[in-house]
């Protein structure tokens, strides 16, 4: 049985001369990580999406010949959760290899949600890991990370030139038997803005539709802000048949599981023409959804992956067959009402917070106990002005009703 890969999956590097550029960054990670004593300070790799911070981790655990045990910090955010998965990955023996990596990618996703305790719990379990552990972030400078910086070594990755980027995809291109002309291969890398990531999926997306990619080719495909990544994450669910392909299609897409499902909604009843096809995946998208409510409901955040599986393989494997030419995918409306929505539940949470220090009670108890019955109280302004006064914030602050 053939295997189908993403480009980005098949082309991540195995070896330290397989890693594109950032040399200085690439000898500092590797002395740190082969001088390594058990409770050690972690590694923590940050910059800009696409500029390879997961694909060092690898690169340097293929170089050493060790094991590399990868977990998604987006899932494993509270205490329990991460002393099970990680803190159980940090004590096992490696049983093929002579030591492992411990990677724990993208820490961004975790939030300081009410009073679980996991990004304290990440701290504490760096300083008692037998192995060496390799943080990734976008932005480590949030105030959430402190007690994680205390920790860890960082290092920065710096953006990628479109130069590096140039000379990766020719190689891509030269393996994958693909005709580029220069001037497309160029436009690929500058539009990039230093994410080869993004650039490799650009290129394994024109390469689907013809075998030389021109100028024109590049140009279609419309340039935008990184941010879009979601049309390329829908392009690989709606135009594939195949789970390696479409299973890691929301992996490096900066966006709630939530909001892509919206995504999904909006757009697969434009891709599948066939009625069959658009109810099985439909009922895939809705199976999902019941996943993520639990999740929800119960913080079972064990369960993301079985709603991931459902939304992107589930809703690809829906179509007997692919639907040839393009679909212009839009935007779901509702995303501007739940985003509305999303900001007005983070005022509260400010408000919760406030409260909390002022009642000496935990954010948890202020948020679920106290503030439902300070919300009709707002309504009035007399009550509105000595609520502010006693907790020394501005009568705009209150505006969460």
């Known amino acids: ?33 082969e001088n390594y004593k058990p409770g050690g300070k972690a590694i923590l790799l940050y910059g800009p999406p696409g500029c390879g911070k997961t694909s060092l981790a690898y690169a340097i655990a293929g170089e050493l010949g060790l094991e590399l045990v990868e977990i998604n910090a987006s899932d494993m955010r ?7 998965v990680i803190g159980e990955a940090m004590k096992q023996k490696s049983f093929f290899h002579k030591g492992k990596i411990i990677l724990i990618d993208e820490i961004d996703g975790m939030s300081g949600t009410y009073d679980r305790g996991g990004i304290q719990e990440l701290g504490r379990l760096i300083n008692n890991s037998r192995y060496p552990v390799i943080l990734t972030a976008n932005d480590p400078w949030d105030q959430k990370f402190r007690d994680i910086r205390k920790v860890s070594v ?11 980027i140039k000379k990766k995809l020719l190689e891509i291109a030269r393996k994958e038997g693909l005709r580029v002309d220069d001037e497309a291969i160029s436009m690929l ?35 935008r802000e990184r941010e879009t990544e979601i049309f390329e994450a829908l392009g690989r669910i709606l135009k594939s048949t195949s789970i390696d392909t479409s299973i890691g299609a929301f992996d490096y ?35 999902a959804d019941i996943y993520m409510g639990r999740i929800t409901r119960r913080q079972y955040y064990r369960l993301m992956v079985y709603a991931s599986l459902f939304m992107t393989s589930g809703v690809a494997l829906a179509k007997r067959e ?26 509260k949470k400010q408000l919760a917070e406030i409260m909390a220090r002022r009642m000496h009670t935990s954010k948890r108890v202020a948020y679920r106990d106290v503030l439902p019955f300070i919300i009709p109280l707002l309504r009035d302004k007399q009550q509105r002005e000595r609520l502010a006064k006693w907790l020394r914030i501005d009568e705009a602050s209150l505006d969460i009703a």
């Open 1 to 33: 049985m053939v295997r189908i890969y993403t480009w980005i999956r098949k082309y991540r590097p195995r070896k330290l001369k397989e890693f594109v550029n950032q040399k200085e960054a690439v000898e500092q990670v590797l002395k740190l990580v």
């Open 78 to 84: 509270d205490a329990k959760t991460l002393r099970a």
């Open 154 to 164: 960082m290092v920065n990755i710096p953006r990628l030139n479109s130069r590096d």
């Open 189 to 223: 890398a500058r539009n990039s803005s230093g994410d080869l990531r993004a650039a490799i999926n650009d290129l394994e997306t024109l390469s689907h539709g013809s075998r030389h990619i021109t100028l024109q080719d590049v140009k279609s495909l419309g340039w």
């Open 253 to 287: 897409v900066d966006m709630d599981l939530n909001e892509a499902m919206l995504w999904l909604e909006k757009n697969i009843p434009k891709e599948y023409k066939n009625i069959d096809d658009l109810a099985r995946a439909m009922d895939a998208l809705s199976i």
């Open 322 to 347: 692919k639907y040839p030419g393009f679909t212009k995918m839009d935007k779901p409306t509702r995303i501007l009402k739940i985003w509305m929505a999303n900001q007005k539940n983070e005022k």
